[in-house]
């Protein structure tokens, strides 16, 4: 396995040994010594899957501490752009953001630390996404914020006019005005 660190400070791409022949690939897609030795320690307690069709845009949503997510990420079927934006103040880089294409043929994996927001966009004919989060999902807590703010800047390579999103996300805030309770910390 392969890590990459980013920009954002936190936020990892991860590259999975991948085993393929004639039948097809293997690869790990988590084992808990494997990444505790390369420094990721998250908990996970939640395993949770989307399918999308071609242009679904989802996001960008996250839960407030204390009931914040750290997710591991990646496609099990398809191509998205995904897209994880900073909103940890004192952050060197609250509110930018770092977007990149995972499939089921790099077999990229994306891990973001709590404190930040998560989206992607489909841009196969149909996606399934899988995430792996280190807090349950809390209802009270899930916030959001609009993925289209000009504020924010960020390219989903969909056509704005083409694009497939659902009502609860067409209306979240803009980035200047969320709601946001986290902290950057430096390790």
Known sequence: MKIRTTHLPGLLVI????????RGCFFELWNR????????????????????????IRGLHYQLAPYAQAK???????????????????????????AIE????????????RGFAHGFSALSEEVVFMYK????????????????DPELGIDWKVDPTKAIVSPKDEVLPA???????FLFQED
């Open 133 to 148: 989060c280190d807090n349950p999902y809390v209802r009270e807590a899930e916030r959001g914020i609009n993925f289209n």
């Open 175 to 181: 980035f200047s005005e969320a709601e946001m309770n």
């Open 15 to 22: 590259e999975p040994t991948v085993f393929g022949d004639q």
């Open 102 to 113: 995972l499939s089921d043929e790099n077999h990229l994996q994306f891990f973001l630390p």
């Open 72 to 98: 591991l990420v990646q496609v099990l079927k398809g191509r998205v752009l995904d897209v994880a934006l900073d909103l940890r103040q004192n952050s060197p880089t609250f509110g930018q953001h770092f």
């Open 33 to 56: 010594e494997t990444y505790r030795t390369q420094g990721l320690s998250s908990d996970f307690v939640q395993d949770n899957v989307s399918r999308s069709v071609k242009n679904t």
